[in-house]
């Protein structure tokens, strides 16, 4: 059973489209973090989130992290074919565990 | 060292042989972690280390999995007796200090592909 529950599994979608994946759980966590990891590498770190209700901006990515601090999403506007790949969601407890969802793995097609 | 450097980084055994993969985490990087990644999934979490000590080892399979970091820097997991299921891919990352509040960053190797045949 995953601590951290992604969603959508796959998302196959043309490039300019927007896109949300979700990352829910039932615990909280002291802060919440975004990888994206690309095949034969590790995951890369996007964004981290620390505050219930905070909203980061990365360029075309926006993060939020819910006010309970248990969910986050992820928003990409008009997708490119270079954010393919799979996006993770780690939270952080206070016993300075990372534990991860099982990934959205992205196909943007030109 | 400028990244997280993992060896090797294709293994290839037979069921029943015991395995090393080695972690070599960034310099001064007091925290490590190990995780494992089966194709399609996220990483799972094994075992967590600060120092020396392993902090949280509870993801650890069973018994045949071990792991240490004697000096506080590169780390060595083991797999005795492997198994077809322990073919992943065997992550390592290393973040400079707690990962909670304070938000530091988690530095992954690229892993380690381990196929048990």
């Known amino acids: 059973t995953q601590l951290l529950e992604q969603s959508p599994q796959f998302l196959s979608i043309q490039e300019g489209e927007n896109l949300t994946v979700y990352c829910n759980s039932s615990s909280v966590f002291s802060s919440l973090q975004w990888y994206r990891q690309e095949p034969g590498e590790g995951p890369v770190l996007l964004v981290t989130?620390?505050?219930?209700?905070e909203v980061k901006k990365l360029k075309r990515l926006t993060f939020q992290f819910g006010d309970a601090r248990k969910d986050s999403s992820l928003h990409i506007t008009a997708a490119q074919p270079g954010d393919t790949g799979l996006y993770l969601c780690?939270?952080?407890?206070?016993?300075?565990?990372?534990?991860f969802g099982a990934g959205t793995r992205l196909t943007v097609k030109p | 060292g400028a990244g997280v450097s993992q060896t090797p980084s294709n293994k290839v055994t037979e069921k029943g042989k015991y395995v090393e993969l080695r972690c070599d985490p960034i310099?001064?990087?007091?925290?490590l972690y190990w995780y494992r990644q089966s194709l399609g999934q996220g990483p799972e979490f094994l075992i967590y280390?600060?120092?020396?000590?392993?902090?949280?080892d509870s993801g650890l399979p069973n018994d045949r999995f071990f792991a240490v970091r004697p000096e506080g820097s590169v780390s060595t997991l083991k797999i005795q007796r492997t198994e077809r299921g322990d073919s992943a891919v065997y992550l390592c990352a290393s973040s400079s200090d707690r990962v909670g509040a304070g938000a530091n960053v988690l530095t992954f190797g690229a892993g380690s592909r381990l196929t048990v045949l």
């Open positions: 989130v620390v505050t219930g209700g």
């Open positions: 780690a939270g952080a407890s206070n016993n300075n565990d990372m534990r």
């Open positions: 310099s001064g990087h007091t925290a």
């Open positions: 280390f600060q120092g020396t000590g392993a902090a949280d």
